[in-house]
Nanobody, 124 residues
């Protein structure tokens, strides 16, 4: 599966953005999906994950209650709705998928397919 993230941009603190991750290839619904983010000099960190059907989601503590992950399997697309953005949310955001039929994970090395990243900048 090939992934392409989009929707990043510049937003003021307290604002909102919605990221999208479009997938090409078949069997999109058989891939769990996740969002990660990375700032310069730091390791890529887990943000959120979603199961194949979208029935199960999981969030990092730092974004719980502010971000919502979702997917539309008919459109081969995953989303990350980000509300109440903070300056510390500034990062490059990546969408990712583990091998087909594998469950979602918070671990970076569980994911083998990566999108190219989209920059989110939150001004304070």
């Amino acid at each position: 599966v090939q992934l392409q993230a989009s929707g990043g941009g510049l937003v003021q603190a307290g604002g909102s953005l919605r990221l999208s991750c479009a997938a090409s290839g078949r069997a999109f619904s058989s891939y769990a999906l996740g969002w990660f983010r990375q700032t310069p000099g730091k390791e890529r960190e887990f943000v959120a994950a979603i199961s194949w059907s979208g029935g199960t989601t999981h969030y990092a503590d730092s974004v719980e209650g502010r971000f919502t992950i979702s997917r539309n399997n008919a459109k081969n697309t995953m989303y990350l709705q980000m509300n109440s953005l903070k300056a510390e949310d500034t990062a490059v955001y990546y969408c990712a998928a583990p091998p087909q039929d594998n469950p979602w994970s918070i671990k970076l090395n569980a994911y083998v397919y990566w999108g190219q990243g989209t920059q989110v900048t939150v001004s304070s």
